[in-house]
């Protein structure tokens, strides 16, 4: 395997769609969520099939599990808390953006 890249451990828990795993499905969609605490911001890992994002399909799994799974990950090494990238194929280039805000519910 390559050099480890990602400021996270080999072994931080991500969030990864189960299919993913399960029936070998590409991934498609990369989230790095800007958390609030002091740590790195989490990750999240989604298929190509977009008909099953839903929170019973989603599984925990260390990074170094997807980054075997899928080595073009270590291109995302360095994708900043508060990003998101995604593909339009397996062999596609991944592309890159900020992810807008979840809008607060201050008024309830």
Not at 10 to 34: C, Q, T
Request: glycine share 6%.
């Amino acid at each position: 395997m390559e050099e480890w890249k990602f400021a996270d451990p080999p072994n931080v828990a991500v969030l990864s769609d189960r299919s993913i795993f399960e029936r070998g499905d590409w991934i498609a969609y990369v989230l790095h969520e800007d958390d609030d605490d002091d740590e790195g911001g989490s990750w999240q890992f989604y298929s190509s099939d977009t008909r099953d994002w839903d929170k019973r399909d989603i599984m925990l799994v260390g990074l170094q599990e997807v980054v075997q799974r899928d080595g073009s990950i270590l291109a995302l090494a360095d994708l900043p808390k508060g990003w998101h990238a995604w593909r339009n194929s397996k062999s596609s280039p991944w592309q890159r953006a900020k992810s807008r805000p979840v809008p607060s519910n201050d008024n309830e």
